[in-house]
């Protein structure tokens, strides 16, 4: 079996499918036109990802059998057109729920000790122990978790551990279940944004989340309170949320946004460029060591199933030819 990686992936993920006996071949700067070319000429029949968009056109007139998304969001994966085609997609969920989680707490510390602002002006030459000595702390305050799937569950015990009250707005958590975890149930967006310090994004990219958090939700939010996303930049509509901010009311940390440079060094000139209230990373919620040799793992473990004639494991759809098989 021919395996085409198309962008960067830990050496023990490609030591760990050529000791399956695939024949691997491993090009990080694939894109577009090119990634098509080389599917074709390959005769490649399984393509890895990880930040590499696979659209419809892609695919034509390839070999490929399977599309592995090496991280848990996939929309950057024509998943109908896989379908269609009899190419089956699959991903690595919950593999970088602790590093994203991680992310998104420091973004949270930074955002109530002006950490970022702290090493900036020191650096500049100034010391400003008076200005900077004016975080509110975490202890006793509430943290709104918009979505609860791994990356959201990851988030409960590091807020426990810093004393704060857990909110979930979830359509997928019971009463009962929340309890069991030691979280409340928001019954609303709108509830969940009037009552949280601190609002943290953890849903994945989908036609109902995209766009679902505007001027109404931003309008809601406590003054003074902070609003992270770490998911996906689309499930916000960015003008709205700067708008927020710029009116003072919030602040914000940012690791996904509009406009995010697509390849993994770019010159970056966007309008989140020095801007005041906000803290942006560089989409690296899931970039750790630890995390990255997760899913490694679990991508080996895909194609393995896969190569020995078992249905894919984490299969985000089913190939048309195998629902007509059934």
């Known amino acids: 079996m021919k395996v085409l990686v198309a962008d960067k992936l830990e050496k023990s993920a490609l030591d760990g499918l050529a000791a399956l006996g695939c024949e691997v071949?491993?090009?990080?700067?694939?894109?577009?036109?090119?990634?098509?070319?080389?599917?074709?000429?390959?005769?490649?029949?399984?393509?890895?990802?990880?930040?590499?968009?696979?659209?419809?056109?892609?695919?034509?007139?390839?070999?490929?059998?399977?599309?592995?998304?090496?991280?848990?969001?996939?929309?950057?994966?024509?998943?109908?057109?896989?379908?269609?085609?009899?190419?089956?997609?699959?991903?690595?969920?919950?593999?970088?729920?602790?590093?994203?989680?991680?992310?998104?707490?420091?973004?949270?510390?930074?955002?109530?000790?002006?950490?970022?602002?702290?090493?900036?002006?020191?650096?500049?030459?100034?010391?400003?122990?008076?200005?900077?000595?004016?975080?509110?702390?975490?202890?006793?305050?509430?943290?709104?978790?918009?979505?609860?799937?791994?990356?959201?569950?990851?988030?409960?015990?590091?807020?426990?551990?810093?004393?704060?009250?857990?909110?979930?707005?979830?359509g997928h958590l019971s009463e009962s279940d929340a309890a069991a975890l030691g979280v409340r149930l928001a019954a609303s967006l709108g509830a969940l944004a009037r009552e949280s310090d601190v609002v943290s994004v953890h849903v994945s990219m989908r036609p109902d989340t995209k766009a679902m958090l505007g001027k109404a939700f931003f309008d809601e939010m406590k003054p003074g309170a902070f609003f992270v996303n770490t998911s996906r930049g689309e499930v916000v509509v960015q003008s709205e949320l700067l708008a927020a901010v710029e009116s003072g009311r919030i602040t914000a940390g940012l690791d996904v946004f509009d406009g995010e440079p697509t390849t993994p060094e770019a010159d970056y000139d966007g309008e989140l460029r020095g801007r005041r209230g906000v803290y942006v990373t560089h989409h690296i919620g899931a970039s750790t060591e630890q995390a990255q040799e997760a899913v490694a793992a679990e991508t080996v473990r895909i194609v393995e199933v896969f190569k020995g004639g078992g249905t894919p494991p984490n299969a985000v759809n089913e190939p048309k030819a195998a629902a007509e098989q059934r």
């Open 25 to 170: 071949v491993s090009d990080p700067n694939l894109q577009d036109a090119a990634l098509h070319d080389a599917l074709v000429s390959s005769g490649a029949e399984v393509l890895v990802v990880r930040s590499t968009k696979v659209p419809a056109d892609v695919m034509d007139g390839s070999s490929l059998r399977m599309i592995v998304r090496a991280g848990a969001g996939y929309n950057t994966i024509d998943v109908d057109a896989a379908t269609e085609r009899g190419i089956w997609v699959t991903n690595c969920p919950g593999k970088n729920a602790i590093a994203v989680a991680e992310l998104a707490f420091g973004l949270i510390l930074s955002l109530d000790r002006f950490i970022p602002d702290n090493v900036a002006t020191l650096n500049a030459g100034k010391w400003d122990k008076k200005g900077f000595g004016k975080g509110k702390g975490l202890f006793g305050r509430t943290l709104g978790l918009v979505g609860f799937g791994s990356i959201g569950k990851e988030m409960v015990p590091r807020a426990i551990a810093f004393g704060m009250d857990v909110l979930v707005f979830s």
